[in-house]
């Protein structure tokens, strides 16, 4: 006998707790998988370094253990000469496997330990023939596994120099955000952000750059990094019978903070800053709830002379930064016309 279900919520939030419950296995599932075709590809990797450091053997002998390996496992495509030289190659990068150490932060004697198990190997093998430094690798293993990226978007921020740029944004956290806030903060913006996506020239107006970073939002939002959620362009608020445009607002889901972006065509002048507070300090009245952290403010720039930005901040009490963005990609193309 069957009983029709009469409370739909009850079984909606029972349902999704089983799917919840379900993609938690497959999480598990495929992370023991992954580390354990890991654990095999560095056992194999590391016993042929053994070998050639103990015998002398020379590279043929890879060639025939691939030829070996392939007619006892026909079923089983990852035996060529070219993916055990990359097992070798990341014996070679990590002899502690399964993990990295690396220090805590530049010129640390601190360390961390980062798991080789969070992303896969064909992520490995681009990052061992891209990125040479330990450190730097280090660093695409933890922020593709935090922000879930796929091979090619992993590559894509490999080229655009993520590592250099990350967290390097002029600002006043320290002074302006309790600790808990003030070093996530540090860590999300960067210096400069790179807009070649946009496809435009470095002589741009600032109403044709917010229309483009519109228009590509989901590039401006993988450049800006995970957590950011787009509110609107050109955010109307009212302040004393006066309606003034915010050029973008973003909510950031990990800093549960409001954040204020202002965009400039030209070189950081002292009063942009002025105008940037402004707005915080609306948002911080009107919008936000007192669920949500201090609203921070990010102003870009073309160009920036850092001293007049420490000039220009010194004093405020709200969070605010303020980086470069770079437009290349079409100058550059303009560039090897006129050369070739």
Same mark, same amino acid.
């Given at each position: 006998?069957?009983?029709?279900? &009469?409370?739909?919520?009850?079984?909606?939030?029972?349902?999704?707790? %089983?799917?919840?419950?379900?993609?938690?296995?497959?999480? %598990?599932?495929?992370?023991?998988?992954?580390?354990?075709?890991?654990?095999?590809?560095?056992?194999?990797?590391?016993? %042929?370094?053994?070998?050639?450091?103990?015998?002398?053997?020379?590279?043929?002998?890879?060639?025939?253990?691939?030829?070996?390996?392939?007619?006892?496992?026909?079923?089983?495509?990852?035996?060529?000469?070219?993916?055990?030289?990359?097992?070798?190659?990341?014996?070679?990068?990590?002899?502690?496997?399964?993990?990295?150490?690396?220090?805590?932060?530049?010129?640390?004697?601190?360390?961390?330990?980062?798991?080789?198990?969070?992303?896969?190997?064909?992520?490995?093998?681009?990052?061992?023939?891209?990125?040479?430094?330990?450190?730097?690798?280090?660093?695409?293993?933890?922020?593709?596994?935090?922000?879930?990226? &796929?091979?090619?978007?992993?590559?894509?921020? %490999?080229?655009?120099?993520?590592?250099?740029?990350?967290?390097?944004?002029?600002?006043?956290?320290?002074?302006?955000?309790?600790?808990?806030?003030?070093?996530?903060?540090?860590?999300?913006?960067?210096?400069?952000?790179?807009?070649?996506?946009?496809?435009?020239?470095?002589?741009?107006?600032?109403?044709?750059?917010?229309?483009?970073?519109?228009?590509?939002?989901?590039?401006?939002?993988?450049?800006?990094?995970?957590?950011?959620?787009?509110?609107?362009?050109?955010?109307?608020?009212?302040?004393?019978?006066?309606?003034?445009?915010?050029?973008?607002?973003?909510?950031?889901?990990?800093?549960?903070?409001?954040?204020?972006?202002?965009?400039?065509?030209?070189?950081?002048?002292?009063?942009?800053?002025?105008?940037?507070?402004?707005?915080?300090?609306?948002?911080?009245?009107?919008?936000?709830?007192?669920?949500?952290?201090?609203?921070?403010?990010?102003?870009?720039?073309?160009?920036?002379?850092?001293?007049?930005?420490?000039?220009?901040?010194?004093?405020?009490?709200?969070?605010?930064?303020?980086?470069?963005?770079?437009?290349?990609?079409?100058?550059?193309?303009?560039?090897?016309?006129?050369?070739?």
């Amino acid at each position: 006998m069957s009983v029709e279900i &009469s409370n739909k919520d009850e079984y909606k939030n029972w349902s999704e707790s %089983i799917f919840v419950k379900i993609q938690h296995a497959q999480t %598990i599932t495929s992370f023991k998988i992954n580390t354990e075709m890991l654990s095999l590809y560095w056992e194999i990797g590391n016993s %042929i370094l053994e070998k050639q450091n103990q015998h002398g053997w020379g590279t043929k002998v890879i060639d025939l253990l691939a030829k070996d390996l392939i007619d006892n496992f026909p079923n089983n495509s990852g035996f060529s000469v070219r993916n055990l030289k990359y097992m070798r190659s990341f014996a070679g990068a990590y002899p502690n496997f399964p993990f990295v150490q690396v220090p805590l932060a530049q010129n640390d004697s601190e360390f961390v330990q980062v798991s080789l198990a969070q992303i896969t190997w064909y992520h490995h093998i681009s990052l061992l023939t891209k990125v040479k430094d330990p450190i730097e690798r280090a660093y695409y293993i933890h922020e593709t596994a935090k922000n879930e990226w &796929s091979r090619d978007v992993m590559l894509l921020q %490999i080229q655009n120099k993520l590592y250099e740029r990350d967290g390097k944004a002029l600002n006043n956290f320290e002074q302006t955000l309790p600790d808990y806030q003030s070093d996530l903060a540090k860590s999300i913006f960067k210096d400069p952000y790179n807009f070649d996506f946009l496809m435009l020239s470095r002589k741009v107006k600032e109403v044709e750059l917010e229309n483009k970073l519109t228009q590509k939002i989901t590039d401006f939002l993988l450049e800006l990094g995970k957590g950011f959620a787009f509110i609107g362009r050109q955010f109307s608020i009212e302040i004393d019978n006066t309606d003034y445009k915010i050029d973008l607002l973003f909510y950031h889901t990990i800093l549960h903070a409001y954040v204020v972006i202002e965009l400039k065509a030209g070189e950081f002048l002292p009063e942009y800053i002025s105008k940037l507070n402004f707005y915080i300090s609306a948002i911080d009245d009107k919008i936000k709830t007192i669920a949500d952290e201090p609203t921070i403010g990010l102003l870009l720039c073309a160009s920036k002379s850092k001293v007049k930005v420490e000039y220009a901040m010194r004093g405020l009490d709200k969070p605010l930064g303020v980086a470069t963005y770079q437009l290349e990609q079409l100058v550059k193309d303009n560039i090897d016309e006129v050369i070739d």
